[in-house]
């Protein structure tokens, strides 16, 4: 039956087809459903005379409805497309079915308005609904027929008719961007803010689109500008949910509440998730608040890879060049106030206070970030201190968003940019509060980069306030507070023998897991039942121990007798590599939980740790001899002296003396005044670092298993000394009864009575630093300061005396244990300089 009916259709239209192309018209079929067929072609090319001429003596009902959704030739004319594209095929490519929906092919041509006049002339009815409830108004605004839409509304059209998804031909407009239409249609609507199925108004779809023009229309036609559809949604949460900038602008200027929809999704959120960063920024126009909101974004792992880091750069760069500005005005008048302070706050202020923006100057995008914290400017207070909290969140937010686009455990050159342009800004504000490294800036712990920039301010804070940072962010995310404790499951307890407490360790310990040994530590000696943090305690001590103990050849004991080094020729021993693994994995599992070892290592490996390269002075601590060559090459010209010395040395390797270049080419090239200096560093690098490389780095490889190299960046050799090893108990008393002097100063001097009260008034974190700076240790020798060892043997802690200038600072000659102490002129001088000495002395300032 289906093929009988498309072979009729098909005989027909081709009579049509050969008809049209004569110019001449045909007799029109009696019934309704065969007619409709003849008709449409010519009503979809716009053919009138010749429709005309077949409704003259016709009875075809033009209502007609036909086709699987029930429409009429006026939906046709109103809605007509495809009839240039119809009359272009052969009646064989023609089907029932394509005639039957053409109206979904509404985009390709012009209404066909003369026929639509001459079927609303024949009595069609304009409201008449098809099966989707759509009127031919409603085909004629989809497809904005201006003409079309004219005609229907003079023959009584009723724009407020709803389809069966309660669009009217007002939402057709706004889905459009048919402003021109739109225009004349809203003079016939009673309700512009008429609601679809889904509660949208014709703004709501406008806005989605952002058809600006549209928008205005509307508002000015009395649209609702804040009306939520069902879910809640306003007509700026469609602009934001789209990224329609400019869309989003016009509601805000004209009152548009920031409102969230049911399931309390806002604006904000829907801008971040699409990344559209210049939406982002009218909204924090217009809602200062919203900047913090967007921050705190940046924590959501969902939505940070897609935060518009354009916006963040923007706004970052812009303020930072103020705050520079303002710090340029006051460095050039230190005196005067920072009234530009004052200036921005008020501002700010006013700016907050303004209801509608279109009232006020455009203020950068900067300047409503820092509006929160005007509210709390007090007079004098600068820019650097009024915006700290904001600017440290918005920084860290940065780097989260430039992370995510970046490889695990690399920084973004982005962000290394934005940093290095910025320096003397971040400076500034780390040196104001070192904390917001902590707090804010964590991220550049993790890029030494960026951490070197900062480190000398970090290290200029208080040992104990760095030690709290350093256990603060070393067990951040641990679940249980106690450092020791006992493991819930047997399996977790390291079962020690005694006897092979070295080897069982390490067998235990390469069973566990990190993340098990991080969480606490049980220790049990085999056929013992003893258990508890005495017996931890015990453990790292016997197996510090251990760890040094000559028969595994891992350390050697240095020139002073009471710290160690690694043995350079440790490879005596085939699993050395292996064994140094572990001894870091000791040490950095000690420092994790906050137990001391019985150890003590020559400043140089300390160093080695810290990443902190080595000097010449160091050599003190495996050669003092060598270590006093070396000083005396450097204090004294060699141009004449004949010392033929090149750069190449010989060493032992396993008792037999090898010659080894310390550059290429070494061996050829002399050692003249001008390259000493260079000479001297290879040498000691060579001596100190490169003759235990394999070492330094498996015992590293361990260590940082459980303290990161960041974090532990925030000491120096003495402090990680003291971290490690605790403080050693000094005797203040023994130590003046064996401190000999030099160059004029003797017991009696008043430089020297002013030295030992101040002394006597330092802390003891302060005696250990001042035995460090003098002698390169912080131990005191078994016997008391009698037995201070030095260059050439038994060498007592000397004061010599230095013609004294202005600012100038005490050094020393660790070879020698001798402080270099300037003849300063009272005792509040001397502690003073004596402090910062102290404190500055690892830093790598003179110490002849």
């Known amino acids: 039956m289906m093929e009988r009916a498309m072979e009729q259709l098909n005989v027909q239209l081709s009579r049509l087809t050969r008809s ?22 010519m009503v979809m090319a716009d053919q009138h005379r010749s429709v005309s001429e077949l409704l003259l003596n016709s009875k075809f009902d033009v209502n007609y409805a036909f086709g699987r959704v029930k429409r009429s030739l006026l939906h046709i004319a109103a809605n007509s497309a495809l009839g240039r594209l119809l009359l272009s095929t052969t009646p064989c490519q023609s089907s029932f079915f394509v005639l039957e929906d053409l109206f979904l092919f509404s985009c390709l041509s012009c209404g066909s308005v003369e026929c639509l006049v001459l079927l609303l002339k024949r009595g069609a009815n304009p409201n008449y609904q098809d099966i989707s409830g759509c009127t031919p108004l409603h085909l004629a605004a989809r497809n904005g027929q201006k003409k079309c839409m004219g005609k229907l509304l003079e023959y009584n059209a009723d724009v407020n008719i709803c389809n069966n998804e309660g669009l009217t031909a007002i939402h057709w407009l706004a889905v459009n961007g048919r402003t021109e239409l739109l225009h004349d249609l809203v003079q016939h609507v009673s309700n512009v803010d008429v609601e679809d199925a889904m509660g949208q108004t014709a703004l709501h779809v406008a806005c989605q689109n952002g058809h600006k023009t549209t928008v205005l229309c509307l508002l000015d036609s ?5 009306r939520p559809n069902v879910s809640g949604a306003t007509p700026l949460y469609f602009a934001c949910s789209h990224g329609q900038r400019d869309t989003a602008q016009i509601l805000l200027s004209r009152g548009a ?15 971040v998730q699409g990344g559209y960063g210049e939406t982002c920024e009218i909204l924090i126009q217009h809602h200062a608040r919203l900047f913090q909101m967007l921050i705190q974004m940046t924590q959501n792992e969902d939505v940070k ?18 705050i520079s500005t303002e710090l340029e005005r006051t460095r050039k008048n230190p005196s005067s106030p920072s009234s530009s302070s004052s200036e921005i706050a008020s501002l700010l202020l006013k700016q907050r206070e303004s209801d509608h923006y279109s009232t006020t100057p455009k203020l950068s995008l900067l300047d409503h970030h820092i509006v929160m914290e005007a509210e709390a400017y007090v007079d004098g207070e600068d820019v650097i ?27 973004s050159p982005r962000f290394i940019e934005f940093v290095c342009k910025h320096d003397e800004v971040l400076k500034c504000f780390v040196t104001r509060n070192p904390k917001i490294i902590f707090n804010h800036f964590h991220f550049l712990l993790e890029c030494p980069e960026l951490m070197s ?23 951040a995310g641990q679940p249980d507070s106690d450092m020791v404790h006992r493991p819930v499951n047997e399996s977790d307890i390291l079962l020690i023998h005694r006897d092979s407490i070295f080897r069982s360790s390490c067998e235990m310990v390469s069973k566990s897991t990190n993340e098990k040994l991080k969480r606490g530590i049980a220790v049990r000696f085999h056929g013992e ?17 251990e760890i040094i103990n000559p028969d595994y050849a891992l350390f050697t004991q240095s020139a002073d007798g009471t710290t160690f080094q690694p043995n350079s020729n440790s490879s005596v021993n085939p699993d050395h590599l292996n064994y140094f693994q572990f001894a870091g994995q000791i040490l950095g599992l000690a420092l994790y939980h906050r137990q001391l070892v019985n150890i003590y290592f020559t400043r140089s490996f300390y160093k080695h740790i810290l990443g902190i390269p080595v000097n010449y002075q160091d050599v003190s601590s495996i050669d003092p001899e060598y270590a006093k060559n070396l000083q005396w090459i450097l204090d004294n010209d060699i141009s004449d002296l004949g010392l033929e010395l090149t750069f190449s040395v010989e060493t032992d390797v396993f008792g037999a003396m090898e010659e080894v270049p310390l550059k290429p080419g070494g061996s050829s090239i002399l050692v003249t005044q001008d390259n000493k200096a260079e000479y001297v560093q290879l040498v000691t690098e060579l001596r100190m670092t490169r003759a235990i490389q394999p070492q330094i780095n498996a015992f590293l490889q361990g260590f940082h298993t459980f303290i990161p190299p960041s974090l532990i960046q925030l000491f120096d050799e003495y402090e990680l000394e003291l971290l490690l090893s605790g403080m050693p108990e000094i005797d203040v008393e023994d130590w003046c009864r064996n401190t000999e002097y030099t160059s004029g100063y003797d017991p009696e001097d008043p430089v020297i009575q002013w030295f030992w009260k101040v002394v006597r008034s330092l802390t003891q974190e302060e005696h250990i630093l001042l035995l460090q700076f003098v002698t390169g240790s912080s131990r005191v020798p078994h016997g008391g300061f009698a037995y201070l060892m030095g260059g050439s043997g038994l060498q007592k802690f000397t004061i010599a005396a230095v013609p004294y200038t202005s600012n100038l600072l005490p050094t020393s000659s660790t070879c020698i244990n001798m402080l270099k102490l300037p003849e300063y002129p009272s005792r509040e001088v001397l502690r003073d300089r004596l402090l910062v000495a102290l404190h500055c002395g690892s830093y790598g300032y003179t110490m002849a």
């Open 20 to 41: 049209l192309r004569r110019a001449r018209t045909v007799e029109l079929p009696e019934d309704n459903e065969t007619a409709v067929y003849t008709l449409m072609p």
């Open 257 to 271: 509440k920031y409102l969230a929809d049911k399931n309390g999704i806002t604006p904000l959120d829907l801008c």
């Open 529 to 545: 039942e003893g258990m508890g943090q005495g017996v931890v305690r015990e453990w790292f001590d016997i197996l510090s121990n």
């Open 453 to 475: 920039r900062f480190m000398h301010i970090i290290k200029n804070q208080p040992f104990k306030d760095r030690c709290e940072w350093f256990y603060e962010h070393l067990l």
């Open 305 to 322: 890879e897609n935060m518009p880091l354009e916006l963040l750069w923007h706004s970052l760069d812009e303020w930072l060049m103020l």
């Open 222 to 226: 009395g649209a609702d500008i804040n």
């Open 385 to 411: 201190s009024m915006t700290a909290n904001r600017l440290s969140a918005v920084i860290q937010a940065f780097y989260m968003c430039c992370s995510c686009q970046m490889p695990l455990g690399m920084t």
